[in-house]
T-cell receptor
């Protein structure tokens, strides 16, 4: 089955700087890659996603890149703000399986 | 449009009791997924259901756990004879799963935090 690895597990960034979180996946059939933000005591909130026919997608300060050959994808947050502090999870889905396999999460702390 | 709703938000059970977790998907969504999250870990898939059908239960423990999504009403995740190892946050997600660009997107509820004493 699919295996998703996520790095780093913790990340501290000065407010205003950029943050990058990386994930690799094992199943070349995976074709959908969402990123979720989870705040303490809450459910995961979708922040951006990318499909295998696209190499990059951007939404304001958030961008995701996908390298299908290398089987890795990354989340980029620019101009970080204190409210970006949370745990971020990457995930991968093989449409045939229709279930998400999650990474182990990155705890992002924005230092004011 | 209300999001995915789960109740209760917190549930305390003693060992050997039953736990029932409920999930109402977003309006118009007919596909429900259950995930479990242990402290400081990622989410693990348990089961995928459509109305009246279990599609994939490959992540569900073989004993004590069951799930249903009846024609009317919420999806139910049922844990019989709970043990301390069942303590976790249980999240439900829903998706429309129709032939639309966003069909794969899963939207999560706030979760039920189960504590087994």
């Amino acid at each position: 089955g699919e295996n998703v690895e996520q790095h780093p597990s913790t990340l501290s960034v000065q407010e205003g700087d950029s943050a990058v979180i990386k994930c690799t996946y094992s199943d070349s059939a995976s074709n959908y890659f969402p990123w979720y933000k989870q705040e303490l005591g809450k459910g995961p909130q979708l922040i951006i996603d990318i499909r295998s026919n696209v190499g990059e997608k951007k939404d304001q300060r958030i961008a995701v890149t996908l390298n299908k050959t290398a089987k890795h994808f990354s989340l980029h947050i620019t101009e970080t703000q204190p409210e970006d502090s949370a745990v971020y999870f990457c995930a991968a889905e093989d449409f045939g399986n229709e279930k998400l396999t999650f990474g182990t999460g990155t705890r992002l702390t924005i230092i004011p | 449009n209300a999001g995915v709703m789960q109740n209760p938000r917190h549930l305390v059970r003693r060992r050997g009791q039953e736990a029932r977790l409920r999930c109402s998907p977003m309006k118009g969504h007919s596909h429900v997924y259950w995930y479990r999250q242990l402290p400081e870990e990622g989410l693990k898939f348990m089961v995928y259901l459509q109305k009246e059908n279990i599609i994939d239960e490959s992540g569900m423990p073989k004993e004590r756990f069951s799930a249903e999504f009846p024609k009317e009403g919420p999806s139910i995740l049922r844990i019989q004879q709970v043990v301390r190892g069942d303590s976790a946050a249980y999240f439900c997600a829903s998706s429309p799963r129709e032939r639309e660009p966003l069909a794969d997107t899963q939207y999560f509820g706030p979760g039920t935090r189960l504590t087994v004493l």
